[in-house]
């Protein structure tokens, strides 16, 4: 559904050689990544964006619809599956420095009491355990997961998802045998958003609307694309297949972001010109566990390349994929969108663009 392909990317960064020449510009790198993308009849739209020290380019090719209507711009919305959750983490982190809310308090904590009662995971789980899909919780990650649950509809399945349906699954968690490792989980978002519900004692929608829309400026991403902005959407599509607009309910802060490149470059150029002066945003990008042998930020995925730390997220649903990254010590950001299922194809397009600037 929209679950972030970790080990496929950090495998492909270990092993991808571009086959430009060393002279290439990075349009060329560009042309070389739409001849390949489009060498397939059935992708219809990509956007490409591009921050490169105090520069940020943009580009953008094929269509909404078709890719023979050239009509993908500026303001196209592509949905952007588990990109999402970074904007999740955003809202957490900016309620954390708010001190309303910190990542080592207890799951438990924020709980009617008697969810966890009696249950092993009580003075286990952490909120940093789930923004970092260490937390064991199940992931519900695809449609089959959900087909035995009471009021599944198939023609709206995620509508499942409701606060009775967070709170009685995790009332039927005895242990959490997988606690600790990483293993990843939409649901732990959806948890994740019931907990900054309540303890604001307002919506994920306020928050995101203060937080995202307002105090970072980013006007043209929705949770959900408000009618008038219909025209403007890039159809999701699986093959020559139009699939209709992800919407999930109560697990919305883990995958239902429609946004613009413009937005989704103003997001990453945030971290990007913070990492120097911010605390907060170094700490995001920092080792969460460092008593362990793996890397773990907060929220993102990091692997080291050509010697510089690069952190990512790769973002999927039934008929859109995207990708991120930021390489903070040099200044650098990245962004595809496609209205196409490509099972993370996008990974060596950034990873080309990626040698490019740190070869």
């Known amino acids: 559904m929209i679950k972030t392909k970790y080990y496929l990317l950090t495998s492909l960064l270990l092993n991808f050689h571009i086959s430009l020449g060393q002279e290439s510009t990075i349009k060329e790198v560009i042309n070389e990544i739409t001849q390949t993308h489009f060498q397939n009849s059935q992708n219809r739209g990509l956007a490409i964006g591009i921050i490169y020290k105090d520069s940020v380019q943009s580009f953008y090719f094929g269509g909404k619809y ?4 050239k009509d993908v711009g500026p303001n196209t919305l592509f949905e952007i599956g588990s990109v999402t959750k970074l904007f999740t983490v955003h809202i957490f982190n900016e309620l954390e420095k708010l001190e309303v809310i910190s990542r080592t308090d ?27 899909h260490t937390s064991g919780l199940p992931s519900f990650d695809s449609i089959k997961d959900l087909e035995t649950i009471e009021g599944f509809d198939s023609e709206d399945p995620f509508s499942v998802f409701n606060s ?21 989980s939409n ?14 004692n307002t919506s994920f929608e306020n928050l995101f609307e203060n937080f995202i829309k307002i105090d970072l400026g980013l006007t043209n991403t929705y949770l959900r694309i408000p009618e008038e902005q219909v025209i403007n ?30 937005d989704v470059m103003k997001f990453l150029k945030y971290y990007v010109d913070s990492y120097d002066t911010s605390y907060h945003t170094k700490n995001i990008l ?6 362990t042998d793996e890397i773990i930020p907060f929220g993102w995925g990091t692997i080291r390349k050509n010697n510089i730390d690069l952190f990512f997220h790769t973002g999927g649903t ?32 950034l990873l080309s663009i990626v040698d490019f600037f740190t070869r």
């Open 66 to 69: 078709t890719s023979i209507i």
């Open 106 to 132: 207890l799951l438990s904590k924020y709980l009617p009491k008697e969810i966890y009662k009696g249950k092993k995971w009580v003075n286990q789980i952490r909120l940093v355990d789930i923004v970092t």
């Open 164 to 184: 009775n349906f967070i709170l009685n699954t995790l009332k039927e968690l005895e242990t959490i045998s997988e606690y600790g490792k990483v293993s990843y």
């Open 187 to 200: 649901f732990g978002f959806g948890v994740l958003g019931y907990v900054l519900e309540k303890t604001t």
């Open 233 to 262: 959407a890039a159809i999701p599509h699986k093959g020559d297949e139009q699939i209709p607009l992800i919407q999930l309910y109560n697990l919305s802060p883990s995958g239902s972001l429609k946004s613009t490149l413009p």
């Open 286 to 291: 920092s080792d969460q566990y460092p008593v």
């Open 318 to 349: 039934y008929g859109s994929n995207s990708i991120v990254c930021i390489i903070p010590e040099k200044k650098i950001g990245i962004s595809i969108l496609s209205n196409n299922n490509l099972n993370n194809g996008l990974n060596n397009y």
